[in-house]
């Protein structure tokens, strides 16, 4: 998409829906430096109508829509990068990377537990008894560990 549109100099983006389904589309082209528009879908819809004596929705037909009302309405929305929106999401990525961290460390932990507690290991692996367990010279038995 970027290859095509990079052949025309004088460029403008059209996006529809910017806060929603267009977001990710939209703050790509921003980051990589193109202007971009955002194009509400109430005003793509009725120009979609308006064309077509219809509503139904396909792609060239959106396309021409969203294209329309980015030529003819002034004063559309001049989409830009959206810090906030980023930093949360870095903080969400590191929040779940942290989660599966901790469920792959736990999990390990328990099929240690297995092997090391005759019978088996109970599922419920607490910080306190894992720094027991991997505290030199504390015997099993010392954990609170208990076969099922």
Do not use: Y
């Not at 308006?50 to 929705?57: D, L, P, S």
């Amino acid at each position: 998409m970027l290859t095509a549109g990079r052949e025309h100099k004088d460029r403008i983006w059209a996006v529809e829906g910017c806060n929603g389904i267009g977001r990710h589309v939209a703050q790509r082209l921003v980051a990589d430096g193109e202007a971009i528009v955002d194009v509400p879908a109430k005003l793509s819809a009725r120009a979609r109508v308006f064309t077509t004596g219809q509503g139904r929705k396909t792609d060239p037909v959106v396309a021409r829509s969203v294209a329309v009302v980015a030529l003819r309405t002034q004063g559309l929305r001049q989409v830009v990068i959206d810090d906030t929106t980023v930093a949360l999401r870095l903080l969400v990525d590191r929040r779940d990377q942290l989660g599966r961290a901790r469920t792959e460390v736990a999990s390990r932990l328990h099929h240690l537990l297995l092997e090391l507690v005759p019978g088996g290991a109970k599922k419920d692996v607490s910080a306190q008894r894992a720094v027991l367990c991997s505290t030199p010279g504390v015997p099993v038995a010392a954990t609170g560990w208990r076969s099922n």
